[in-house]
């Protein structure tokens, strides 16, 4: 099996946690080619903790580097779209953090960019790859029909400069409204809610800290989110259908599902290095996941392909304009291919 | 201590669990001297259950009985007001199954005319005199300020005739949304919410199924409700606060108390009867509490007095409101008193 050759875009906490991930592999299976910032020094720093042949102190480097297959984005959410259309310009393959963009018109357009140079593309949707994921469809499939979902993810990070700005796609519907919507997505599949009604109680940033959505469905189902970037919560999805429930503590990252008859628990991979973030070491299902479909010649991965993608983005974006979260992206027009 | 003598208005089974919890007590201090329903028939059978003396083939005898100090209320929404005013016009005392009313406007009345006859008045809300709620009031002092509640009711009964019928009261936010909104004003006192957002799901009779509420205060705090009449939930309150989190399983009836440092446990009273409702016998707390209030001359319970039940109408009120859940009543001019 030929190696796959990774640069990363940005030093921050989640590139350091990403690197680490793929470090849980052999090097004659994925290798850290490069790593660029913004700012060299760090990007130097960063080469030296994973011990990284080559840092870079701009975005472009790593577009230029031929030794690259693959790129992982981990920085700010309003960089993205430009990031990816770089390094896919550059016919490299991408893996950007979730939320994909500012909003789902950037998003079509960051597709077709990926069509046109004929590279794979995927967001970072971690949780998709946990294991613990196809035993929750396995036990969702056995509890009839699903007429109530609630979840609530809480943390308290309102007074991070990033979370508080909207130049930088800052908030709570943004930066952590992603991962309910998405199991909004993996639960009821990309039939669209028939009504989204949220609520929000916006910073004088202009985004919000604390948000509510819900998602109705037909048949008088419903999917209901609970958001604060200014207070932890038990950050646990809750699954109530008409034979029972499933409970997913720690749900955006999960090691655990209470089902009716039965509680599953998993082991994390093992990493050498210390994580920034809880349960970090889960990111090496997704570096396994992205080597293969790239080895395979996939240009989506079928475990969270582009329609799902879209599916959440939109949603966000509904909810935003609800709230009144409005980003200058969403006034720009679409950018020429 | 004289003896407390009751009617029961309405033979039902919360009035039959209410009966069963009066006769907790010994008959020097609470007695049930007459039961009276629409049916002679229902009367006499709940009579002899209970060893009754006398059944009546309709309320108004209950009104005309000298021998009856206080009248439990426990039949159909839609019946509350007339029957409450009936009462406390033949100057008998009343308790008064939750929701008190149909709206906020017929309960103002009701509370006229309780003051204009000079008896007691209250609104049957069990839950408020379970001995774990001043553990809650506790524990909740202890968490610093509150931010986030969230609270989910489910059950499975959106067959049942009444819980479908917009004439007699029915839906979600009726049946059972009274008691996450008497938490909310429990928890965060009499302050407003900012801002109220329901959203819903209507049956074709044209109440509500599923619903969900969404209380805004000020400072970044919310209050969440997911209501459900077509799927059971986990029934459990939870609230996040900055210094950790409480929650209340069973949260309508609750015998459980888990905090941050102790789980609390607590024993339902016994009864000699087999009670129709899970934990009814809880229904003691409250009969203990009412003989105290009026043996000592009180016409509102400080544990459940008038301004929280107008508190808690007023938002039911703005949530049926906002879903378009609307009752004939809503139309009717205040009465003269």
Redesign the interface.
């Given at each position: 099996m030929p190696v796959l050759r990774w640069g990363i875009a940005s030093a921050g906490l989640i590139s350091s946690d990403f690197a680490a991930a793929i470090r849980q592999y052999p090097s004659s299976e994925n290798e850290i080619v490069c790593i660029a910032a913004r700012s060299l020094k760090s990007a130097e720093a960063f080469a030296q903790k994973f011990n990284i042949a080559k840092a870079y102190g701009s975005y472009k480097e790593i577009a230029e580097d031929e030794s690259v297959d693959v790129v992982y984005i981990g920085g700010i959410i309003s960089t993205h779209a430009e990031l990816m259309e770089m390094m896919m310009n550059a016919k490299k393959h991408v893996v950007c953090e979730k939320p994909f963009c500012m909003n789902s018109k950037q998003l079509r357009n960051v597709i077709a960019v990926a069509k046109k140079n004929d590279v794979f593309l995927m967001e970072a949707f971690w949780t998709r790859f946990f294991p613990v994921m196809s035993d929750f469809r396995k036990e969702l499939n056995a509890l009839g029909e699903i007429?109530?979902v609630?979840v609530?993810f809480?943390i308290?990070r309102?007074d991070v400069e990033r979370m508080r700005t909207r130049e930088l796609g800052g908030g709570a519907t943004m930066d952590i409204g992603c991962y309910p919507t998405m199991f909004a997505n993996f639960i009821f599949g990309s039939e669209k809610p028939?009504?989204i009604?949220a609520?929000?109680?916006l910073l004088d940033t202009g985004v919000d800290?604390?948000t509510?959505v819900?998602l109705?469905y037909s048949n008088?189902?419903?999917f209901?989110i609970?958001l604060?970037i200014?207070?932890?919560?038990?950050n646990t999805l809750?699954v109530?259908?008409?034979k029972g429930?499933l409970v997913l503590p720690g749900f955006f990252h999960p090691i655990e599902l209470i089902a009716p008859e039965k509680t599953y628990k998993y082991d994390l991979p093992k990493s050498q290095y210390e994580m920034s973030f809880e349960r970090s070491e889960g990111l090496g299902y997704e570096v396994k996941c992205v080597r293969d479909c790239i080895l395979k010649g996939q240009r989506e991965c079928p475990t969270m392909p582009w329609k799902d993608s879209i599916w959440i983005m939109e949603i966000l974006d509904e909810v935003r304009r609800q709230i009144g979260v409005h980003f200058d992206a969403d006034d720009t027009e679409s950018s020429a291919l």
């Amino acid at each position: 099996m030929p190696v796959l050759r990774w640069g990363i875009a940005s030093a921050g906490l989640i590139s350091s946690d990403f690197a680490a991930a793929i470090r849980q592999y052999p090097s004659s299976e994925n290798e850290i080619v490069c790593i660029a910032a913004r700012s060299l020094k760090s990007a130097e720093a960063f080469a030296q903790k994973f011990n990284i042949a080559k840092a870079y102190g701009s975005y472009k480097e790593i577009a230029e580097d031929e030794s690259v297959d693959v790129v992982y984005i981990g920085g700010i959410i309003s960089t993205h779209a430009e990031l990816m259309e770089m390094m896919m310009n550059a016919k490299k393959h991408v893996v950007c953090e979730k939320p994909f963009c500012m909003n789902s018109k950037q998003l079509r357009n960051v597709i077709a960019v990926a069509k046109k140079n004929d590279v794979f593309l995927m967001e970072a949707f971690w949780t998709r790859f946990f294991p613990v994921m196809s035993d929750f469809r396995k036990e969702l499939n056995a509890l009839g029909e699903i007429k109530v979902v609630t979840v609530n993810f809480g943390i308290d990070r309102v007074d991070v400069e990033r979370m508080r700005t909207r130049e930088l796609g800052g908030g709570a519907t943004m930066d952590i409204g992603c991962y309910p919507t998405m199991f909004a997505n993996f639960i009821f599949g990309s039939e669209k809610p028939e009504k989204i009604v949220a609520s929000s109680q916006l910073l004088d940033t202009g985004v919000d800290q604390m948000t509510t959505v819900a998602l109705h469905y037909s048949n008088g189902r419903m999917f209901n989110i609970t958001l604060s970037i200014n207070c932890k919560t038990d950050n646990t999805l809750r699954v109530f259908g008409q034979k029972g429930s499933l409970v997913l503590p720690g749900f955006f990252h999960p090691i655990e599902l209470i089902a009716p008859e039965k509680t599953y628990k998993y082991d994390l991979p093992k990493s050498q290095y210390e994580m920034s973030f809880e349960r970090s070491e889960g990111l090496g299902y997704e570096v396994k996941c992205v080597r293969d479909c790239i080895l395979k010649g996939q240009r989506e991965c079928p475990t969270m392909p582009w329609k799902d993608s879209i599916w959440i983005m939109e949603i966000l974006d509904e909810v935003r304009r609800q709230i009144g979260v409005h980003f200058d992206a969403d006034d720009t027009e679409s950018s020429a291919l």
